[in-house]
């Protein structure tokens, strides 16, 4: 079964600390995975992309990581700011026909404080 | 930003109600889905969308149907709400060819759903 799996499920971290977010997934055949930030009561908004042939990529203070062969992703967080609070949900397509599928992770809710 | 909106943002209403959800893009995005959404819980995929007048069921079972008239607009409707139907309903866009595991989504802000 297609899973996507998120640890941990909340996190509270000081501000201007880092903090490390775990996503494994049981999906396959592996197309991409992304990672979103959600904040309360927005929608959620796309941070990055890892396709199959990448292991790390950063966008400003965040960098995901992939692991293709273990089928795990991290999201790391550097130098926390209070902006961050949100919740950070992984998303993984597969390449299934020319449909294509999204399996949803439940997302960490991360909380900074001051 | 995402130029995709939706209305109302927030909505109470009684048992038994005629509701319609609001979605529209100015991206000129091909393809549009509708998200349930409830806290802790992961999106689920309820409708969805490749263009003008198509529109498919998508992974879980609702009682509510979509229309699409028009590239832009994506309204989502419940003939008689019931309280199991309060809910955060999350709209969304993309613009990449393929299935609709493709492509970066572009989300609403949504409409939180309250049947009293």
């Known amino acids: 079964k297609n899973q996507v799996e998120q640890s941990p499920q909340s996190l509270i971290i000081l501000e201007g600390k880092n903090c490390t977010l775990q996503c494994n997934y049981t999906v396959s055949p592996f197309s991409n995975l992304r990672w979103y930030k959600q904040d309360t009561g927005r929608g959620p908004v796309s941070l990055t992309i890892?396709?199959?042939?990448?292991n790390t990529k950063s966008n400003r203070r965040y960098t995901a990581t992939l692991d293709a062969d273990t089928k795990q992703s991290s999201l790391h967080i550097t130098a926390s700011q209070l902006s961050d609070s949100a919740s950070y949900i992984c998303v993984v397509s597969d390449r299934g026909s020319t449909l294509g599928r999204l399996y949803f992770g439940r997302g960490t809710q991360l909380t900074v404080w001051p | 930003e995402a130029d995709i909106y939706q209305t109302p943002r927030y909505l109470v209403i009684g048992t038994g109600k005629k509701i319609t959800l609001e979605c529209s893009q100015t991206?000129?995005?091909?393809?549009m889905y509708w998200y349930q959404q409830d806290p802790g819980m992961e999106l689920h995929l309820i409708h969805y969308s490749y263009g003008v007048n198509s529109t498919e069921k998508g992974d879980l079972s609702s009682e509510s149907t979509v229309s699409r008239i028009r590239t832009e607009h994506f309204p989502l409707t419940l003939e008689s709400a019931r309280p199991s139907h309060t809910s955060q309903y999350l709209c969304?866009?993309?613009?990449?060819?393929?299935?609709?595991?493709?492509?970066?989504?572009?989300f609403g802000e949504g409409s939180r759903l309250t049947v009293l």
């Open positions: 991206m000129g995005h091909d393809k």
């Open positions: 890892m396709t199959f042939s990448e």
């Open positions: 969304a866009s993309s613009e990449v060819a393929g299935g609709i595991g493709t492509g970066e989504l572009f």
